[in-house]
């Protein structure tokens, strides 16, 4: 497909970057804050995780969508001198993206340690498909394609396409419920999570209907929260406290032909990380059987299901099986989310996922197990509700990174 | 010219500025569907675009296309967002994929256009027309007028043709409707 376009240079990268310290404030529904404020916080922590000081980072990236504060300010706070800070557009998909784009800016010598982060009141500031030209708000010439029709939320925007997939592989409501339930076994063991509830499949049915396919249970809750992780070279990674996670492949931003509308080439099921995923594999240097657990991007049940499908993870028409005989579950094959995602977790447009699975990789992650004398958590892999969610041995983790049916990301990490 | 309109309380408009869009729904003001066809390979592209979607050139003609064609996806809404259709659920956005250049220039590729369910006369459509469409319905485009020279283009059950029984999602708890009537 793209194997004549993939360059040498990222596989000679392969290996050589890290994530050394993660972060985040808490999740609430009412932060009564503004994101300067969060964002300080998010990167502070991130630093404290890891040991660093202000002085020995000098990269700043985060992403925004015209609701947040820019790295300057928030650099400014922490008493951090930049060499290179980057502020992009952009939701879901972006932190995979800017974690690439970190590796280049370090590997060109612009600066030696960047720390991303997002910062965003997701509930009690902008919210999505909120804006979308109200009464009395002139609707431009982009808005007659969509949001003139009521389409204007990402559940609207994305549910063609779920439910095509509905229509052509049967691909059932409790299938799809599945995810939920799931993802709120991880959220059940994890002190932070915004839902820590564990829900059943009836639960997520019962829920009112916000559009068909989705009920309210399978549409993520939105959160105020911050949350950043720090990436600089393996090498350097060394001086800091923890086990790093190395970072194998990256893939940024790719979409589906036909990017202005994306539904005039199909399939309709199809999304973007189908054109992604022979780059990642190869970037990567191994295969979707190799990985031990998932981060698949949740803003909805939906989501997650057509990931894992796109870059292989199960067979495409098959995501209903998958994501509900088990595997993806807490203490299964190949669990996902296991913090909860966006679903249980928190809204943070992607990057809770990844801070997750950097804490997996560090077999430190903070659930009910207590911690033992030498500092580390003593995890019993007892999976019930309100104990552990490490995932036994965990050396490969994948990230899918979602912006829209027509935008993806993703990244692989292995411990070490 | 420049067109203005209004629909559901908001204010529409496309200015002289962006002529694609502009010759759309000034022929959509004519009740008329015409698309984009490309000197280049002799293909009808839709969204309206500057360029051909395939090779980039700018040459082109507006081309009638006729309005009918199939649901291909949809949803149904029944918590409104937009505060403009509060009130109005459910309502279907509809995938329509029309009978013109279905399958080319490859198998995966076709003229699809999003819009909602509507009556003959425009209306959004009621609770009852809603619950027997689908994936597989027939459809054909009538024309909302929302200003001097503007339409907007909307997707009406083809009464001219048998329809075929639709695909639906499907329920899954009894009196469901009765419990979820609108958002």
Known sequence: MASELIADTSRSLRDKYAIIGVGETEYSRNSGRTTRHMGVEAVRNAMADCGIRADQVDGMMSYQIMDSTPSPVIAGDLGIRLDFHCDILGGGGSIEALIGLAIGVIEAGMCETVAIFRSMNGATGRRMGGTGGGGGRRVGPGSLFGPIYGQVSPAEMFAHSFMRHMYEYGTTPEQVAHVKMFHSWGASNNPRAYYPKRVTVEEVLASRVICYPLHMLDCCVETDNANCLIVTSAERARDFRHTPARILGVIGRMTKPRSDMHYQHGPITRVAGFYGQERLWSNAGLGPEDVDLTGSYDAFSFTTLLQLEAYGFCPVGEGGRYVSDGTIALGGRRPNNTAGGHLCEGYTHGINMVIENVRQLRHEVDDYCPVGPDGHRQHSYDYREGGCRQVRDAEITANLGWATVNMGSALVMRRG | ?183
Request: charged share 20%; aromatic share 8%.
């Open chain 2, 1 to 183: 010219m420049a067109v203005e309109g209004q629909y559901l309380g908001m204010q529409l408009g496309v200015p002289d500025t962006d002529p694609e869009n502009l010759a759309f729904f000034e022929w959509c003001g004519r009740h008329e569907l015409r698309l984009q066809r490309w000197q280049s390979n002799g293909l009808l592209s839709y969204p309206p675009g500057t360029a051909n979607p395939w090779d980039g050139t700018p040459e082109h003609a507006w081309e009638p296309v006729e309005g009918r064609g199939t649901i291909v996806s949809y949803c149904e809404v029944h918590h409104a967002i937009h505060p403009a259709f509060r009130g109005k659920t459910p309502y279907l956005t509809l995938l329509v994929e029309l009978d013109t250049q279905r399958s080319e220039p490859s198998e995966h590729e076709a003229l699809r256009i999003v819009g909602n369910l509507v009556t003959p006369e425009g209306e959004l459509a009621p609770p009852e027309l809603v619950e027997r469409t689908g994936i597989g319905s027939r459809v054909r485009i009538v024309y909302l007028d929302v200003g001097e020279g503007f339409a907007l283009p909307q997707w009406t059950l083809d009464g001219e043709v048998e329809q075929p029984t639709p695909w639906r999602y499907p329920d899954t708890r009894a009196g469901h409707e009765a419990a979820n009537g609108s958002g």
